[in-house]
Nanobody
């Protein structure tokens, strides 16, 4: 089993920045692809960014150029640097981990954190 705990959320004004962190504990050697998802009330969950074991990353179009995903395997940490935040970025952000090394489009995310709230005011 792997446990994921997110931190770093909060409330910021539009144009501001936040850095989310996700700490993995347990059998972390099994963790492959990792991702950040977000969900706001009334909307479907959205995959924001992914990073595989080779540090290749992908982003949803709406955050490209503003968000950066990274991981520190030695410390079992996943990050999401969010710059130039917009009100539409307001959501609960979740960290997720897969047992697969590559972040294929339909890869299963086996482990999930509890989420951290990000609120961006205009």
């Amino acid at each position: 089993q792997v446990q994921l705990v997110e931190s770093g959320g909060g409330q910021v004004q539009a144009g501001g920045s936040l850095r989310l962190s996700c700490t993995a504990t347990g059998y972390t050697s099994t963790v492959g692809c990792m991702a950040w998802f977000r969900q706001s009330p009334g909307k479907d969950r959205e995959k924001v960014a992914t990073i595989d074991t080779g540090d290749s990353s992908t982003y949803v179009d709406s955050v490209k150029g503003r968000f950066t995903i990274s991981r520190d395997n030695a410390k079992n940490l996943l990050y999401l640097q969010m710059d130039n935040l917009k009100p539409d970025d307001t959501a609960m952000y979740y960290c997720a981990a897969s047992l697969h090394g590559r972040c294929l489009p339909y890869v299963k995310y086996t482990y999930w954190g509890q989420g951290t709230q990000v609120t961006v005011s205009s």
